[in-house]
């Protein structure tokens, strides 16, 4: 009898060992629960981060400050939001490094409009050089469209300060503010900008993606993170990338035209991505951001950003782009492709 049961018992232990060196690891990823993640919840849906050994599970936050804060104190080891001069200064900081590309503002994709509320555009504001003197609304000071709005006036040589921005915290709070008159106009997502406009509460006057086209957002991790877990990192953006390479087939292929395809699993992954943020297909559809295949980095627009907060005195004037991104993950991307 105690033989039988020191089989067992090694038996038992054997198997829980074996259990233990196959277990997946465990890790958390902060993201809006919007379609500028849909990279995560792909390879959540269809086993990429699994096929890498990782259990991931998503915490869902509302601003990319939170995120960052996420990512900076460890309770997510990866964070996957939009850059704002508060991520810029918690990377300068050392709390953060960008290690691969998010969504873009592109061209031909429609990410974020400028919408004008009706009056406005019936006494003349019909586009973005329209924009000098007028009241625009913004979710928050420092925020992407912040950027964005000063980029656009640097374009048509409008003076910055001439355009009147109101911060009102929230996108429900910006659609309300240029629907109901309180200002002129506001930059807000695809999915706002065409309800503001069927319902007569506005009417589009311009894409970003097509006037500033813009790395708007990206994958971070913590100097932390990167040092101690780099292997698991590599892990983790091969799957990243591998779900981007799926959207890029199923929603970013043009025909001979040059119109938009419905590509490889289109239907598929429109359920994956309706499914994780709430939202039904036919929102999704007319408002599916661009990510670049490779989850490259554009460091020539990052620096461009930087050089817009600074002059706003957002940011520290001694930032610069090589504190915040880590160049060494990208080519790990490049070759997964290969």
């Known amino acids: 009898m105690k033989l039988w049961f020191r089989l067992v018992l090694a038996g038992a232990l054997g198997l829980a060992l074996v259990s233990s060196a196959n277990a997946a690891d465990r890790v958390v990823a902060a993201v809006n629960k919007l379609s500028a993640g849909a990279p995560l919840f792909i390879a959540i849906d269809k086993g990429y981060f699994a096929e890498q050994g990782l259990d991931v599970s998503l915490m869902h936050l509302t601003s990319s400050q ?57 006494h003349g504001l019909r586009k973005p050089a329209d924009l000098a003197g007028k009241k625009i609304a913004i979710t928050a000071v420092g925020s992407g469209s912040h950027n964005q709005l000063a980029r656009l006036a640097k374009k048509y040589r409008l003076n910055f300060a001439d355009m009147h921005l109101v911060p009102v915290q929230t996108l429900a709070n910006e659609v309300s503010a240029v629907k109901g008159g309180q200002v002129d106009a506001t930059p807000v997502p695809a999915t706002l900008a065409e309800k503001l406009e069927v319902t007569g509460g506005g009417k589009i006057i311009a894409w970003m993606g097509d006037e ?15 040092a101690k877990h780099r292997a698991l990192t590599q892990r983790f953006l091969r799957a990243y990338v591998k779900a981007i390479e799926a959207y890029d087939r199923a929603f970013q292929q043009r025909g001979a035209d040059g119109h938009l395809l419905k590509g490889k699993d289109y239907d598929g992954l429109l359920d994956v991505i309706s499914r994780h943020t709430g939202q039904p297909r036919k929102s999704i559809e007319i408002a599916l951001p661009y990510f670049n295949p490779e989850a490259t980095l554009k460091i020539a627009d990052l620096a461009e950003q930087i050089d817009v907060y600074k002059s706003l005195k957002l940011v520290d004037s001694n930032l610069k782009v090589d504190a915040i991104v880590d160049r060494s993950f990208v080519p790990i991307a490049e070759a997964h492709r290969q």
């Open 212 to 226: 500033i086209p813009t790395q708007f957002g990206g994958i971070f991790a913590s100097p932390e993170t990167i």
């Open 66 to 122: 939170a995120i960052g804060l996420s990512v900076v104190s460890g309770n997510a080891q990866f964070g996957m939001t939009a850059i704002t001069a508060g991520i810029y200064t918690m990377a300068g900081k050392g709390g953060l490094k960008m290690i691969a590309g998010g969504y873009e503002e592109h061209p031909g994709f429609h990410g974020v409009a400028i919408v004008a509320n009706k009056t406005a555009y019936e």
